[in-house]
């Protein structure tokens, strides 16, 4: 499985970025992609979530109504859409496949990793 970030660039307080996670090799069969990030200096954490098959959908409370993952599964694309985007947003943002049901909101639980996108946000 290999995992293909993109959508990064710099942005406005306020503007709009949508990322998009392509997803190649075999016929993907895990149970769902996740959106995470990583700030200067800080460590990485969860952002967002999506089941790749059924309709849930998981966000931490910082992007909660701000960001909405979706999932084409036609184009084994999962996309990021971020809206209302802060300064606080600005980070590398990665996503993550994780092959085995349950939890998603940890890192340590998923098994394949993109390169990462830039996000940065100006005010």
């Known amino acids: 499985v290999q995992l293909q970030a993109s959508g990064g660039g710099l942005v406005q307080a306020g503007g709009s970025l949508r990322l998009s996670c392509a997803v190649s090799g075999d016929t993907f069969s895990g149970s769902a992609i996740g959106w995470f990030r990583q700030a200067p200096g800080k460590e990485r954490e969860f952002v967002a979530a999506i089941a790749w098959t059924g309709d849930g959908t998981y966000y931490s409370d910082s992007v909660k109504g701000r960001f909405t993952i979706s999932r084409d599964s036609a184009k084994n694309t999962v996309y990021l859409q971020m809206d209302s985007l802060k300064p606080e947003d600005t980070a590398v943002y990665y996503c993550?496949?994780?092959?085995?049901?349950?939890?998603?909101?940890?890192?340590?639980?998923?098994?394949?990793w993109g390169q990462g996108t830039l996000v940065t946000v100006s005010s």
């Open positions: 993550a496949a994780r092959m085995r049901g349950g939890s998603v909101w940890f890192e340590s639980l998923y098994d394949y």
